[in-house]
């Protein structure tokens, strides 16, 4: 079956320093890619997407580009701040009905 | 403002007690989902419904049940508590049958079954 796999955390940064959170993921045919991000108490909230190869997905600073060659979704941030401090979740979408395979999360701390 | 609301927020259950998650949305949205969140595995798709009237097994169905009451509401069910259920549980929405549109969260249901 489909499955995405992210690397565990807990990834642990200074403020302005560079951020990348690995995904890669195996799917039959041609998945939508998502990033969603789970600040402290509170639920998921996209962050951003791509739905075909090549694709960047955009969002507040992050940045996200589909290979279809290395079935990869790295998310990147060139500085982060305290405020990105939370749990990021990769996630492909594949069958009508919008249903999401998550992988298991990478934590992110960002110290002042 | 509410988007997709889930009640309660925290519950403690003996196992075998029983006990039924609320969920509903504001957004007119046709598909809703039931996920749980354990560490290190994501969120796991129990149940989902694509419509009112209908709704499918996902990854993790066994010991859940759901009613998908009305457009709004999707609730599930818990007949016979057992610690491996304890979790937490995240209600979603979406508003089209597409696989590329934005899922909406609640803040989650942290149950704890001792």
């Known amino acids: 079956g489909d499955s995405v796999t992210q690397m565990e955390?807990?990834?642990?940064?200074?403020?302005?320093?560079f951020l990348?959170?690995?995904?890669?993921?195996?799917?039959?045919?041609?998945?939508?890619?998502?990033?969603?991000?789970q600040y402290?108490?509170?639920?998921?909230q996209l962050l951003?997407?791509?739905?075909?190869?090549?694709?960047?997905?955009?969002?507040?600073?992050?940045?996200?580009?589909y290979r279809k060659e290395t079935t990869s979704f790295h998310l990147e941030k060139g500085s982060v701040q305290v405020s990105d401090s939370a749990v990021y979740f990769c996630a492909l979408s594949k069958a009508a009905g919008n249903k999401l395979t998550f992988g298991?999360?990478?934590?992110?701390?960002?110290?002042p | 403002n509410a988007g997709v609301t889930q009640t309660p927020k925290f519950q403690v259950l003996k196992t075998g007690q029983s006990m039924t998650l609320q969920c509903a949305q504001d957004m007119n949205h046709n598909s809703m989902y039931w996920y749980r969140q354990d560490p290190g595995m994501g969120l796991r798709l129990i149940y989902y419904s694509a419509s009112?009237?209908?709704?499918?097994?996902?990854?993790v169905p066994n010991g859940y049940n759901v009613s998908r009451l009305n457009k709004r509401e999707f609730s599930?069910?818990?007949?016979?508590?057992?610690?491996?259920?304890?979790?937490?549980?995240?209600c979603a929405s979406s508003g089209r049958d597409g696989w590329n549109t934005e899922a909406f969260f609640g803040q989650g249901t942290r149950l704890t079954v001792v």
């Open chain 2, 76 to 90: 599930l069910r818990l007949e016979s508590a057992a610690p491996s259920q304890t979790s937490v549980y995240f």
């Open chain 1, 104 to 111: 298991g999360g990478t934590r992110v701390l960002v110290k």
């Open chain 1, 20 to 37: 990348t959170i690995n995904c890669t993921y195996t799917a039959t045919g041609y998945p939508s890619l998502f990033w969603y991000v």
């Open chain 1, 48 to 65: 951003l997407k791509a739905t075909k190869a090549d694709d960047k997905g955009s969002n507040k600073g992050f940045e996200a580009t």
């Open chain 1, 40 to 44: 402290p108490g509170e639920g998921l």
């Open chain 2, 52 to 59: 009112e009237g209908t709704t499918d097994k996902g990854e």
């Open chain 1, 9 to 17: 955390g807990p990834v642990t940064l200074s403020e302005e320093a």
